[in-house]
């Protein structure tokens, strides 16, 4: 970046090191612009209102620090090309079968991908382990995305305990209102049906 001429020996080593978004676009003051969701967080710091050239460089530079601790790129949505086989073509969300060694029955689920804590983590909106219906399947995977979106729009001050009745509720729609799959009943010796599900779908699973 060429710094002009007038900017003070300290302040083109400052900006040499970390550029905090600034820029000279005319020589009354500078420009420090910060992007997030497609807009620009920051603004033009002039010099006369600021009293100066160091302090309107200071200020610019204080609100980029201020404005990258509010707005971390962790947070970032990052669209990756859908993997065949495992994504929906959402990002953030997929489709797996997984054997349960424990009942040696395969479980289908939706998967989504998202952090807690910093730290990776995954939701699973589960099927069951028998056959089950397409509306079951559809109102599963509008809810891993709608579940996705929230987090990208709100991270981890979206309300996650509303998820735990997702079975019951159309989370995804205005007003949720209630879900109901009509359920076969079971015979004696068959297979587990899908409303005798496992727990460990209602909890947030951490990935090492």
């Known amino acids: 970046m060429a710094l002009?001429?007038?900017?003070?020996?300290?302040?083109?080593?400052?900006?040499t090191q970390d550029g905090h978004g600034i820029s000279f676009p005319c020589d009354?003051?500078?420009?420090m612009r910060f992007i997030r969701n497609k807009k620009d967080l920051g603004g033009f710091y002039s010099y006369k209102q600021w009293g100066g050239i160091e302090k309107a460089l200071d200020a610019a530079m204080s609100r980029n620090k201020q404005l990258k601790a509010l707005h971390p790129t962790s947070k970032i949505?990052?669209?990756r090309k859908p993997k065949d086989g495992t994504s929906c073509g959402f990002n953030g969300v997929g489709y797996?079968?997984?054997?349960?060694?424990?009942r040696n029955e395969i479980e289908r689920f939706y998967w989504v991908s998202y952090?807690?804590?910093?730290?990776?983590?995954?939701?699973t909106f589960s099927l069951g382990y028998t056959h089950f219906n397409a509306d079951l399947q559809f109102h599963a995977y509008r809810t891993a995305i709608q579940f996705r979106q929230e987090w990208d729009e709100f991270g981890e001050d979206m309300n996650f305990d509303k998820y735990?009745?997702?079975r019951?509720?159309?989370?995804?729609?205005f007003g949720t209102p209630p879900f109901?799959?009509?359920r076969k009943r079971r015979r004696k010796g068959e297979a587990l049906s899908e409303d005798v599900q496992l727990q460990k779908d209602e909890e947030n699973v951490e990935v090492a």
């Open 4 to 15: 002009p001429e007038y900017i003070p020996e300290e302040y083109k080593q400052k900006l």
């Open 28 to 31: 009354t003051g500078c420009q």
């Open 77 to 79: 949505r990052r669209v």
């Open 96 to 102: 797996r079968e997984k054997l349960d060694k424990r």
């Open 115 to 123: 952090k807690k804590n910093d730290k990776p983590a995954v939701k």
């Open 164 to 166: 735990r009745r997702w």
């Open 168 to 173: 019951k509720l159309k989370l995804y729609e």
């Open 180 to 182: 109901e799959v009509v």
